[in-house]
């Protein structure tokens, strides 16, 4: 029975490697190198363990790691949908669910149970650990794009209201970091990063 388990962990293990080959449209900092899912998961981990202090509510940081960490493995199935998309929705969740089912099916079902609560978690974003990790998610390709003076802003003709739009549910994780990404925001309109 242990030995069953531990090879459906295994399986999983091997399967999440592929988070690492899905492209993102953002870049790395101060690069031209589009970063990958597991590079940006690492991030929000680490962003996390840094920012949790200014979470607008007391948090469980574990719960929020486990957020930031699987809610994008869906994407091994379902691809990346750049946030600023004018042809696809953001929010494919239908297909999401299935590939979070199918990929976190491979686990030992206790586990794959925990798993796929997590990710519906984040995707209702209702607790305060979800609005946390949904404002890491939202900030850290802000960050990378104001690096890259514009980065995929520029190269899409994203504008400052549709950029203001889809980041201000930032404040509902917290307000200290929605403030300074707002006038990080206006600084980007300042240095010509990006158009209103």
């Known amino acids: 029975m242990q030995q069953n388990k531990l ?33 940006h998961s690492w991030h929000l981990a680490m962003m996390t363990l840094v920012l949790a202090e200014h979470s607008n509510e007391p948090i469980d940081v574990l719960k929020v790691l486990k957020m930031v960490l699987v809610h994008d493995i869906v994407e091994i199935d379902a691809g990346d949908t750049f946030i600023y998309d004018t042809q696809k929705d953001h929010t494919n969740t239908e297909e999401e669910r299935k590939a979070a089912n199918r990929i976190f099916g491979l686990l030992p079902k206790e586990q794959a149970n925990e798993f796929i609560d997590i990710w519906e978690e984040f995707e209702t974003g209702e607790t305060a650990e979800a609005k946390f990790a949904r404002t890491m998610d939202r900030l850290e390709p802000l960050l990378q794009n104001v690096s890259n003076e514009g980065g995929t802003w520029k190269e899409y003709g994203v504008h400052y209201d549709k950029v203001f739009e889809k980041k201000k549910s930032m404040e509902e994780g917290s307000a200290v970091i929605w403030n300074y990404t707002k006038n990080l925001l206006e600084e980007s309109v300042r240095k010509g990063f990006l158009k209103r």
Do not use: G, M, P, V
């Not at 101060?30 to 597991?38: F, I, K, P, Q, T």
């Open 7 to 39: 090879l459906q962990q295994i399986d999983f293990i091997k399967e999440i490697d592929k988070i690492k080959y899905i492209q993102r449209k953002t870049k790395l900092f101060h690069s031209n190198r589009n970063e990958n899912d597991a590079e």
